[in-house]
């Protein structure tokens, strides 16, 4: 990679607090950063929305087809996948699969 090249990542789930948090990480050290997520990172150089109105199969095509069109010939240096969220509690409470599987 030239020197005036930069750096390339994907941040899947790039919206949310963490991946925010990644996207404004990687653009402080000027890298070009692409957020895959349900709603676009205003900080990010690109954005691929996820929409979820559509099958998990068509997720996963329009995904791959979005990034393909953003990056063309080019790769990516690093794939950060970040989306998903925290709940406490514990695994032996008889509510934990509905509190955590919404």
């Given at each position: ?5 930069a750096h390339k990542v994907l941040v899947y789930g ?84 509905v509190e955590n599987f919404l």
């Amino acid at each position: 990679m030239a020197a005036t090249e930069a750096h390339k990542v994907l941040v899947y789930g790039g919206k949310g607090a963490l991946g925010s948090a990644c996207v404004q990480y990687f653009r402080a050290k000027n890298w070009w950063v692409a957020s895959i997520d349900l709603n676009a990172n205003e900080e990010a150089n690109a954005n691929v929305t996820v929409k979820m109105t559509e099958s998990f199969t068509e997720q996963a095509n329009q995904v791959t087809a979005d990034v393909g069109e953003l990056l063309g010939a080019d790769k990516v240096d690093a794939i950060l996948c970040v989306a998903g969220g925290w709940a406490g509690g514990s695994a032996k409470a008889k509510s934990y699969c509905v509190e955590n599987f919404l």
